[in-house]
């Protein structure tokens, strides 16, 4: 296989006519943002500006190569008339499976960022709940909003295409839940993408005050098209004192579509954020998951499952950043990679000096499906505090022959054993899900992949 | 499909890692008869377990091997199962992710399948908690990861409950009674005794003769350099244990 040149510094040449000044106050009178906002937009501009473009030469980059992203296309907001979708009337292609009552405490769907449907059960409203699309909170809870928007990481730590998004934000939902609320049942938000022009430009937050808990569940689905589309998606999460959030994430993505997702949440004193982020589609993913262990005794677990398919590429980064002390961060990613696919992950670990008896555990699992399938994992550690426990390893293996002929000579078809032991390598991370209707829909669409590969196995 | 009542091994030579291990081997089971192979470390006796169920690392080169008069050297291994034939190995396969549970309720399926009758959820624990106590194995095994962890005799246990839940009419045992204490020895036996009847073959593959004072076999097969050296009844398993393998080979 042939390895695209390193020597290239600029993957994309290219300028986008659309990403200017004037195109971050129009879309900020569009959507009525009050002056704040604008300004925020404006400062994200800037910096936009200001950044270069990623090349080969920075780290993070270094295994991507974005060239066949067509930038200079896209257009953050449409003017023309948009077709009018309702829960009855889903654009063609929609195939995502909605929540019942019984299996959400809320639904949302929108299509190309534009709110479709939205149920939040009564009683969560009467304690105070909000979720609402990010235009309506910013003109309704300005000063919540304006508390948290960008300010999950330092300035500094932005990157050309978070700036993007905070400066060219068109969608997006978020989320409060006050002091003590507890939902029982997932939120279940629903990202459906068919328009292959717009710059799909999601920028999600997500409070919880001290105490609270929650699941959010966030899925990410697009009609099949020849053309490219692009979602670059945002997600800054707010977990109080003693609050606990899961975040799942679904994203099932077709084939023409380049994902970039960057999500971070901020953990405060004995609060508990658990991510599980399945990825099963897009040609192209490039994905950073960071958890902020801010105050003294948080925790947090990321667990993620990747199904990388023939001509795709899965690059996902996480962080796992100690700031107090006390605080536990425990990662999981398993990977399974078919014939001519390839994936990335890197692992960065950072302990603090002052995050004293601090435990992180990290582990990348690949289990290739097909020969010519590629897996790369770097470990990334960064450790100052000296009274820490920190683990990493890393791991690349196929179906072995053995366990096979075992599965089969008790009767179970070569398919079926396959299945079985694809299904065994994901479970450690789908056991953690505790709704049965999202742990099925993975396991159904794992199941699904795997078919199309039994006979390369 | 009805269950095999017959295997057939004739003049079977198989080959592994382009070494000829089996060379011509004979030996006809019925089910009703319980058949012991003895023999020395490196004379063939895992290689022709592996073989009957059809492991793809072992080829056969002449000979043929037949389940009521049709070969099956055709058939992939699932197939061999679903024909009756089962294999309690040396050293079974760890597979995590996967519940002993979940993996016995798909293996049973796929007996089923083959077979007729489906099980109901209730009548398959019932089942399972029968076997379960018959092995004396605590029902905490059923959430475990198949193998996963387990030691030598629960991995032998496990056989055996698996032989015991799966009930196929001709069993091969490959060293069931390796590593195993007297007490653990004598539970698996007594696992296997409950199935011993018309309908149920065995051929009991060991290097020792100890676990031949539980299992009591009809035919004694002694197997010397990848063929039958010597056949009898259960006393020629007494005579190797006084007097070794020496004599036969010298022979």
Redesign the interface.
Known sequence: MLHPPLDREVMIKKENPHLTRKNVEALAEWQGNPDWMRQARLKYFELFEKLPMPGRRDEEWRKSDISQLAYDRYVPFLTEEQPEYSIDSLPEGFQVQLSTEEQSNGLCIAVDGRKTYSKLAQQLQEKGVIWTDMKTAVRKYPELVQKYFMTSVDENEENKFTALNAAFWNSGMFLYIPKNVHLDLPLHMINFFDNTQLLHNLHTLIVLEQGASAVYFDEFASSEKQEQAWVNSAVEIFVGDGARLQYISLQNLSGNVYNFAHRRARIERDAVMNWLVGTFGSEFTKSTISSILNGEGAETQMLGIAFGERNRFIDQHTHQIHEAPHTRSDLLFKNAIMEGGRTVYRGVIRIAQHAQRSDAYQANRNLMLGDNARAESIPALEIIANDVRCTHGATVGKI????L??????????P??VQ??V??????VLQHIEQEYISERMSEIIEERTATVIDKI | MSLAKKLEIKNLHVKTEEKEILKGLDLTINVGEIHAIMGPNGSGKSTLANTL?????YEVTEGDILLDGESILEM???E???RGL??A?QY???????SVMN?LR??TK??VN?NGQEMSISEFRKLLKEKLELLQMDESFLNR?LNDGFSGGEKKRMEIL?LAV?KPSIAILDETDSGLDIDALKTVAAGFNSLVGPDFGALVITHYQRILNYIKPNFVHILVDGKIAKSGGPELALHLEEHGYAWITEK
Not at chain 1, 400 to 403: A, K, N, R, S, V
Not at chain 2, 53 to 57: C, E, K, Q
């Open positions: 072995d022959p053995e366990q002929f075992y599965l089969q000579s008790r009767g179970l078809s070569r079926e054993a079985l032991l299904r065994g390598f994901f479970f450690p | 169920l059809g492991h793809p690392n992939e291994p699932d061999r199962a679903k089962f294999l190995f079974p396969a760890e597979i995590p992710g996967v993996f798909l293996a796929a007996r083959g990861y698996q799966l």
